[in-house]
């Protein structure tokens, strides 16, 4: 058996996803192992540095975005190397794929740890406009499905474009369909496991609920020119955002906090549902509906095992004590599950974080150990009910103030722990609702 063969066997026995081991290469797609010459070159691409001059605003908008977070998250790299050295390296490329698909096609991402300073700048730059506007197929909407052909001409969704000297153009149909996108946020691993789904989450309900795709609610159209002196035209705004946020220094960072703001605000409705009375002594129930009607997927969504979305609810009565509350947090900003390092638990917490589980039903935190996913992010359309209770001590009087917010955060505390990003703390949390209920005692 070859070397490249018994690696080959090594990841898919780990069940990870593919690495470039299924044949599936094309002259201008080829997978990336270590017999099969890089058929892509990193000199057949250019730096995002090239488009500046005459794409300027989409230059800047692109800077601060996620796609040009990819490779330098440092909690990829961080989650990568105890990949890692967990497995012998048997991950390599499996992670890049995505995060750096020039890097790992063209072979300048190696088998083994790497110094991001090191590579190119094409390799750096993630998911930059060179590889996004040279993308002419999907072979598969997962796992990075997406076939290049880097040349002259840059693939747009232009039907007239101006020419100019340094590039032709190109109008693809491609560059307005949600299948561009899902390509690479769509995860499936080699045991048929679907990780991340947004794209499917949106094809199987999220496009009856909003009829839109991916570009109508994450690429803002405003007017301008597409190019330096060229006519005012509809424009798409390339700083992407979604749910998460830079967290170490990086362009923009205050309009991507402002645009993620924005769009997490925008989400979901929230209903608390309450009566206008208690009898003091007695149990006061109340809900609180969520609905998901204005994404185009679950909230959470993308990588769910690690976002998490939970209700602060606290009542307090007239003079301000506190009678009864979920979802707060403990002195290390953990929520009061069974992630936290003390022995309170919340036990009406509602937390629509999911959790990965092993094939013996262990919880694990490690992407590639995961054959389950227990997932109760809410569903496009859904309307999520959650009940709470206590009784108001006998004795009291006047109104009890009832206040619930929504908050949002992109990643837990006891994850960065544990991948020692403590440098990383705290991690904002944001408030996508809120709302306060006045509730009479008699
Ligand atoms: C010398 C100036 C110049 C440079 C440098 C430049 N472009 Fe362009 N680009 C243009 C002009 C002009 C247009 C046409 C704009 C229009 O018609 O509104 C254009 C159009 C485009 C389009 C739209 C194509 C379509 O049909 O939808 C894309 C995509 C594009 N450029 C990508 C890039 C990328 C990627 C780079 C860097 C690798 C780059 N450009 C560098 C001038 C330039
Ligand atoms: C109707 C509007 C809408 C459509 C359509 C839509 N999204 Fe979203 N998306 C949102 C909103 C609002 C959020 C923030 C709430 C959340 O995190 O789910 C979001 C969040 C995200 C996130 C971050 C998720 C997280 O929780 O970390 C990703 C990634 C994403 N969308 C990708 C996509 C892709 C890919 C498509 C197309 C297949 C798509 N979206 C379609 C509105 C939309
Ligand atoms: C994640 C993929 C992705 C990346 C990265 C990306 N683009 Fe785009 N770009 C698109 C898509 C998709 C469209 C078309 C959106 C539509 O029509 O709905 C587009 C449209 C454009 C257009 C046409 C005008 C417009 O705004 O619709 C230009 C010019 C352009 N991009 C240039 C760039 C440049 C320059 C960069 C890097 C600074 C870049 N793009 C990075 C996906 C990408
Ligand atoms: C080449 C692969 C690739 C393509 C194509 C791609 N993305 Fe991404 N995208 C990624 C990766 C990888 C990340 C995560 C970067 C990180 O945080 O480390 C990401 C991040 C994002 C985020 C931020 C998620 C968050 O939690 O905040 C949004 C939103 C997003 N992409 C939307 C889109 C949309 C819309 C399209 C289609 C126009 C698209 N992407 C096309 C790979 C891709
Ligand atoms: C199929 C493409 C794909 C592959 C393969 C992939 N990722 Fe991702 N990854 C994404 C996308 C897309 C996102 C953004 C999802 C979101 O934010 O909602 C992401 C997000 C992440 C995040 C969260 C980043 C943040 O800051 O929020 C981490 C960490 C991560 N990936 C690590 C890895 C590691 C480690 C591997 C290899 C074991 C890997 N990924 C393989 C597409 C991929």
């Known amino acids: 058996m070859s070397p490249i063969r018994a690696r080959c066997l090594l990841v898919i026995c780990l069940g990870l996803v593919g690495t470039g081991c299924d044949n599936s290469s094309t002259p201008t797609d080829n997978g990336n192992n270590d017999t099969t010459p890089a058929l892509l070159q990193i000199s057949d691409f250019s730096p995002a540095d090239s488009c500046r001059s005459c794409h300027p605003n989409h230059y800047n908008e692109w800077s601060g975005s996620m796609h040009a977070y990819a490779l330098k998250d440092p ?217 998901n009607d204005n994404t185009g997927h679950n909230v959470p969504t993308g990588v769910p095992f690690n976002r998490q979305m939970w209700l602060s609810v606290i009542v307090q009565n007239q003079a301000g004590t506190e009678l009864y509350s979920s979802g707060g947090l403990d002195a290390n900003d953990d929520l009061m599950d069974e992630h936290s390092a003390f022995p309170f638990r919340d036990t009406a917490l509602f937390n629509a974080q999911a959790t990965m589980l092993r094939a013996d039903s262990t919880p694990t935190g490690a992407t590639w150990e995961a054959a389950y996913l227990t997932n109760p992010s809410i569903r496009a359309g859904e309307t999520r009910t959650i009940d709470y209770g206590f009784v108001v001590p006998s004795g009291t009087i006047g109104n009890l103030n009832l206040r619930v917010a929504l908050l949002f955060r992109s990643f837990p505390p006891y994850v960065f722990r544990g991948l020692a990003l403590d440098s990383l703390l705290p991690i904002p949390i944001i408030s996508m609702a809120e709302d306060t209920v006045l509730i009479a005692t008699n």
């Open 75 to 291: 909690v990829f790299a961080a989650v990568r190397a105890v990949g890692q050295s967990a497995y012998a390296f048997a991950l390599d490329g499996a992670c890049e794929k995505c995060h750096s698909p020039i890097g790992q096609r063209s072979g300048e991402i190696k088998w083994g740890p790497y110094n991001i300073a090191d590579l190119s700048p094409q390799s750096q730059e993630g998911i930059g406009c060179d590889l996004c506007h040279t993308i002419t197929a999907i072979n598969s909407i997962s796992n990075a499905g997406i076939v290049l052909s880097p040349g002259d001409i840059k693939y747009g969704s232009i039907k007239d474009p101006a020419a100019n000297n340094f590039h032709e153009s190109e109008f693809h149909p491609l560059y307005h369909e949600s299948a561009f996108c899902g390509a690479c946020h769509d995860l499936i691993t080699d045991n048929g496991l679907e990780l991340e789904a947004v794209y499917r989450e949106w094809q199987q309900g999220g496009l009856a609920v909003t009829g839109k795709n991916c570009f109508d609610c994450h690429m803002e159209t405003y007017q301008g020119p597409a190019a330096t002196g060229g006519p005012v035209r509809t424009l798409h705004r390339h700083s992407m955002e979604g749910a998460d946020l830079a967290l170490i220094d990086f362009p923009f960072k205050p309009e991507q906090l402002q645009g993620v703001t924005k769009l997490l605000r925008s989400a979901l409705s929230m209903q608390v549902v309450a009566p206008a009375a208690v009898v003091a002594g007695e149990q006061l129930n109340f809900q609180i509906k969520l609905t």
